[in-house]
């Protein structure tokens, strides 16, 4: 690798020059995994992508009239002090957040190379564009930061984007954290009062935990692909409904590590309260579900399956 310090004029032009194609490109694919669900902000990236080519544009005019037509190739990983991107731009479906983020970093990122490399350099045709480079891209980066939309239209936005958090993270994470906390009550507690052992209730809800989440995984992940659901891709969704799942009945297995059952017992059931409270949280917080509903939709679940474990436990 090179020190920037090491660079001619010619090669700091050409290294611009392909700043400016890797920008580009980046700001498209942007655009291109945000216009179904963010349509003005892709306006945004789309506008950036059109002025880092004409970016491109100008400094390549002046590299043609300073040094011909042959640029040479010079990439950001051939100079020392560049930060190592991430290809988050790769990544489907994009999150908005991310997006923005990223953008403000590579704008804060180019701006600082055209203010150096203006400082290096001797020309004062070369050193006049680059300085005025690095004022475009100080807009940019106040851009890309807060992507600057009508309030309206930011907080339509924020809206997909939490509905799409909801559908691809939340809901299939909700689904597995139910099913994990209230299927597998019957089991654990029916081997608890069955055979009044924690090492005997302990195995059984590990094996009904971990059986639980595989298969809760498999069926979220087969359910659909996402592609009109809009609910992302389908393994990611199968895994945290899986590792949710696994959670949910782990939860109130562990306190079975305690030796003494009754002790155990006691306090498996707060969890198991614990448990329910934060799945009746999560509904009412993210799914919009009433309160009281929600409570009463889980609790009266949740201990309907946990009475029929202690009845057949006890028979």
């Not at 032009?13 to 349509?39: M, T």
């Not at 590579?106 to 690095?134: G, H, K, N, P």
């Not at 590590?257 to 498996?268: E, G, K, S, V, Y």
Request: charged content about 25%; proline content about 3%; hydrophobic content about 45%.
């Amino acid at each position: 690798m090179r020190s920037f310090d090491s660079l001619t004029e010619r090669e700091i032009l050409a290294l611009a020059i392909s700043l400016e194609e890797e920008d580009e490109r980046v700001y498209a694919d942007f655009a291109e995994g945000l216009k179904q669900d963010f349509p003005a902000s892709t306006a945004v990236f789309e506008e950036m992508r059109k002025e880092e080519s004409n970016h491109r544009r100008r400094l390549i005019e002046l590299y043609r009239e300073k040094f011909g037509e042959h640029i040479p190739l010079i990439r950001r990983q051939d100079v020392r002090g560049f930060l190592t991107r991430r290809p988050v731009w790769l990544v489907r479906p994009l999150g908005l957040e991310t997006v923005r983020k990223n953008a403000a970093a590579m704008e804060v990122e180019t701006r600082r190379f055209y203010e150096r490399a203006a400082a290096q350099t001797q020309d004062a045709s070369i050193r006049q564009l680059l300085d005025d480079l690095a004022q475009e891209e100080r807009s940019h980066e106040d851009r890309a930061g807060e992507l600057q939309l009508r309030p309206d239209v930011k907080a339509k936005e924020d809206e997909a984007n939490r509905r799409l958090f909801v559908l691809q993270i939340v809901q299939p994470g909700l689904a597995g954290l139910m099913d994990g906390s209230v299927s597998t009550l019957a089991p654990v507690f029916a081997a608890a009062f069955a055979t009044k052992s924690s090492h005997d209730a302990f195995t059984v809800g590990l094996a009904a935990s971990i059986g639980a989440g595989i298969s809760m995984g498999f069926a979220e992940a087969l359910s659909d692909d996402g592609a009109l659901t809009g609910r992302g891709h389908p393994w990611i969704r199968g895994v945290v409904c899986g590792l949710m799942t696994t959670l949910g009945g782990i939860g109130h297995t562990l306190p079975f590590l305690i030796p003494n059952f009754h002790a155990a017992f006691i306090a498996a059931v707060v969890i198991v309260a614990f448990e329910l409270a934060a799945i009746t949280w999560i509904r009412q917080h993210y799914m919009d579900t009433p309160i009281l509903s929600a409570a009463f939709q889980v609790i009266v679940g949740g201990v309907l399956v946990f009475i029929t474990g202690v009845l057949i436990g006890s028979a």
